[in-house]
């Protein structure tokens, strides 16, 4: 029973490199959400997914895309890495869609970019 | 617009003592406020949440109340422990795009 699920947990890349962050959840979850987390920013939301074959564009969604590949799984990727794009990245989940139930958090991908 | 402010941003108090936490929020419709604990590396957890036919919610130590009419929430720690010692986040969830909307987290450190 893993929960939320996400790989790698460390990377490191140049700039303008691309790469892609893997979500997956085993709770039978429809809605799934990427944030980012800086210091004393808080969790800030890049994209979700309300349910299987949709997405939508959270509070920072410059520099990101996103695939909902099926139910279980939501990527996070990054087309022309930044400096700027240096966070915590978070992939979490709940039962959705469009309710008001907990969210459930992966340990987290920390993305340093030079 | 979607917002949601917390105070303060850190909160230092001695073992024993307690910790409050307030939070505001920006839409009238919002109906649903959880609040997560982050401990230093580790993913942020849920502790407490509250709904907005509630006005306050108490688990053990812990309690969140909530005022709809000033659209504010605090979280209230009593009798504080060092394993308190985390980053704590409240959210507000925004029923236009079904999503939470996060305070910008407060540093609570207990000291023995």
């Given amino acids: 029973n893993a929960g939320v699920t996400q790989t790698p947990k460390f990377q490191v890349l140049k700039t303008g490199q691309s790469m892609t962050l893997q979500c997956a959840q085993d709770m039978n979850h429809n809605s799934m959400y990427w944030y980012r987390q800086d210091p004393g920013m808080g969790l800030r939301l890049i994209y979700y997914s309300a349910s299987e074959g949709t997405t939508d564009k959270g509070e920072v969604p410059n520099g990101y895309n996103v695939s909902r590949l099926n139910k279980r799984e939501f990527s996070l990727r990054l087309e022309s890495a930044a400096p700027s794009q240096t966070s915590v990245y978070f992939c979490a989940s709940s039962p959705g869609p469009w309710d008001n139930q907990p969210q459930h958090f992966g340990d987290g991908t920390r993305l340093s970019i030079l | ?112």
């Avoid at chain 2, 649903?32 to 919610?57: A, C, H, M, T």
Wanted: glycine share 8%.
């Fill in chain 2, 1 to 112: 617009g979607e917002n949601v402010e917390q105070h303060p941003s850190t909160l230092s108090v001695q073992e024993g003592d307690s910790a409050v936490i307030k939070c505001t929020y920006s839409d009238s419709a919002s109906n649903y406020f959880p609040w997560y604990k982050q401990e230093l590396g580790k993913r942020p957890q849920l502790i407490i949440d509250i709904r907005s036919n509630v006005g306050e919610k108490k688990d053990q130590r812990i309690a969140v109340t909530l005022n709809k009419t000033a659209k504010h929430f605090s979280l209230h720690i009593t009798e504080t422990q060092p394993e308190d010692s985390a980053v704590y986040f409240c959210a507000a969830y925004y029923n236009q795009g079904g999503k939470l909307i996060f305070g910008q987290g407060t540093e609570l450190s207990v000291k023995p």
